[in-house]
């Protein structure tokens, strides 16, 4: 069970070998289950995977299997509420979260599971026009919906706020849609402090924070720094490419105003530097030095570039 365990685990991290080679552990989990058919933490595993393959029949019997087996194991009722919440059966998984809950009232997993339990009937609720207004219940209800989610996802990151990012992170963004900007910022100004994170995790605090900055705050040149940490870290997830959309798009908007915006083209020679376009990064470099002759950055990475350049196709 353990080595099943591990690759289950490293499977759900972005970037990692074991990403790309997601049925590992499900056949280690069918392996666990044909030594022991009554481990109950490998049915509901086993579930995860199978449901990502859309094999939901045989993933929902596991599920089902399991809880009859270990209705009070807190890990068995945790998996099992992931599942529920990923077919939208919200209620069921929040009904299993506050069992485990009442089991181990201090797991931050389990406050973070189902703060985005809450949160989804949050987003759902916010589709109905009547939650914006305070003479309607769906107000009351949205009002209710947003501490539910504040509550659970702050005794999430309470006691780990190194490896509890995303509960952070997620709590930032209910303040956002609650209007609560200064609450959000200070979120992403301790989270941007933090030492020691996970490069993929750090990567996504860039991303949102980025976002934030560029979209809440109309702050071009702090969105513009933190996308480019972003970029920095390089690896092939999906908000590595989401930091490059929103400078791509970015530049676009700029140079189509200002052909000439140095700050502009300089960041779209980093972007081509990012993708390993030497020759175009090198380019535009150039031109952002025309306007901008002193940009120490600029003199750098042009240095850089042409140096890597000559080596190149000196060998």
Not at 109 to 116: A, E, F, N, T, Y
Request: hydrophobic fraction near 35%.
């Amino acid at each position: 069970m353990g080595k099943a365990t591990a690759l289950f685990r490293l499977e759900a991290i972005p970037g990692t070998p074991e990403k790309c080679k997601s049925s590992q552990s499900m056949n280690h989990l069918r392996r666990v289950l044909e030594l022991d058919p009554d481990e109950s933490l490998a049915m509901v595993m086993l579930a995860l995977k199978l449901q990502q393959i859309k094999q939901k029949k045989e993933a929902n019997e596991l599920v089902e299997r399991a809880l009859q087996k270990s209705p009070d194991v807190p890990k068995v009722l945790r998996n099992a509420a992931k599942f529920y919440r990923l077919e939208q059966a919200v209620e069921k998984a929040i009904e299993l979260l506050e069992k485990a809950l009442g089991i181990t009232p201090h797991s931050s997993v389990l406050h973070d599971q189902i703060g985005m339990c809450y949160r989804l009937q949050l987003l759902e609720l916010f589709k109905n026009p009547l939650c914006s207004d305070p003479q309607y219940p769906e107000f009351q209800q949205k009002m209710l919906l947003i501490n539910h989610c504040k509550h659970h996802f702050g005794k999430a990151s309470e006691h780990r706020p190194k490896t509890a990012t995303k509960s952070q992170l997620d709590y930032a963004d209910i303040c956002i849609r609650n209007g609560e900007h200064s609450e959000a910022a200070e979120v992403y100004s301790k989270l941007l402090k933090l030492e020691g994170i996970r490069p993929e995790n750090m990567q996504k605090i860039y991303l949102q924070a980025g976002i934030f900055e560029m979209y809440r705050r109309k702050s071009d040149s702090n969105a513009v720094k933190l996308f480019q940490k972003g970029l920095k870290i390089k690896n092939s997830t999906n908000d590595w490419k989401l930091c490059y959309k929103h400078l791509d798009k970015w530049v676009n908007r700029k140079l189509c105003r200002d052909a000439h915006d140095s700050k502009a083209l300089g960041v779209k020679g980093f972007l081509h530097q990012m993708d390993g376009h030497k020759s175009e990064a090198i380019d535009d470099f150039e031109k952002a030095l025309e306007f901008d002759p002193s940009n120490v950055e600029y003199l750098s990475a042009l240095c850089e570039l042409r140096l890597s350049f000559e080596e190149h196709h000196e060998l």
